[in-house]
């Protein structure tokens, strides 16, 4: 999904592309346009099978219900999109205030896991 996206855009893009911004939303670090569209997403999924991995091999009981693994499993797809889209729309030109937007996904999935792990203990 993330590849497809980058991909579908690939000619509009630039050389360079930003791929770490400032809390301020202001880019300090750059890749190249493959690294973005190809290598971030692969880098991506690969830290979501390595959660997926530890879950499914967890000795605690707590990563057991099915709910909290479900919602550990969605934590990296949600946030590969999440950054993946904002990086291709900043390049694009099309800042929609990113650091604002993956804080808000980042803050919903953690007020999401703060109330599970509240119900768990």
């Not at 979501?48 to 499993?73: P, W």
């Not at 949600?78 to 929609?96: D, E, P």
């Not at 599970?116 to 203990?121: F, L, P, V």
Request: aromatic content about 14%; hydrophobic content about 50%; charged content about 10%.
């Amino acid at each position: 999904m993330t590849i497809l996206e980058g991909v579908l855009v690939y000619n509009r893009l630039p050389n360079e592309v930003a791929t770490h911004f400032t809390f301020s939303g202001v880019p300090n670090g750059y890749s190249s346009k493959n690294f973005a569209v190809f290598f971030l997403p692969l880098i991506l999924t690969a830290i979501h099978f390595f959660i997926a991995l530890s879950l499914e091999y967890s000795q605690k009981e707590k990563y057991k219900s099915r709910l909290c693994k479900a919602l550990y499993s969605w934590l990296s797809p949600v946030l590969a999109v999440t950054i993946q889209t904002s990086v291709i729309l900043f390049a694009l030109g099309i800042n929609i205030t990113q650091i604002a937007f993956i804080i808000v996904t980042v803050y919903i999935i953690l007020l999401v896991f703060a109330s599970i792990r509240k119900e768990s203990k």
